[in-house]
């Protein structure tokens, strides 16, 4: 079964830049679309951006558009999303998940990473 594993969450000042990582195993990586959550406390679950296998193609929330980019390294089955320009109210846990069916409903995906942590303060 597929895992997925996150790193690179911490701590870092409005303005500031992260990049989250995910590694993928357990089948080949363009099996499955990639996606990134987030999740603030007390909120629910917020899509944040996808990345579909094979094809590349790339969605993104709108809070994030122009600060955040999705991209994946097929040679470390690892995907990425590069966090620029942050502001506190991009803090929360920030889960990757893989989808064996579309890129494009967050319903579908259904394997989830353990998350790390995100902070952003002023």
């Known amino acids: 079964q597929v895992t997925l594993v996150e790193s690179g969450g911490g701590l870092v000042q409005t303005g500031g830049s992260l990049r989250l990582s995910c590694a993928l195993s357990?089948?080949?990586?363009?099996?499955?679309?990639l996606a990134w959550f987030r999740q603030a406390p007390g909120k629910e679950r917020e899509f944040v951006a996808a990345?579909?296998?094979?094809?590349?193609?790339?969605l993104y929330a709108d809070s994030v558009k122009g600060r955040f980019t999705i991209s994946r390294d097929n040679a470390k089955n690892t995907v990425y999303l590069q966090m620029n320009n942050l502001n506190p109210d991009d803090t929360g846990v920030y889960y990757c998940?893989?989808?064996?069916?579309?890129?494009?409903?967050?319903?579908?995906?259904?394997?989830w990473g353990q998350g790390t942590q995100v902070t952003v303060v002023s």
């Open positions: 357990g089948m080949p990586f363009n099996n499955y679309h």
């Open positions: 998940a893989a989808s064996g069916a579309s890129y494009s409903v967050p319903n579908d995906y259904q394997t």
């Open positions: 990345i579909r296998r094979v094809f590349g193609n790339t």
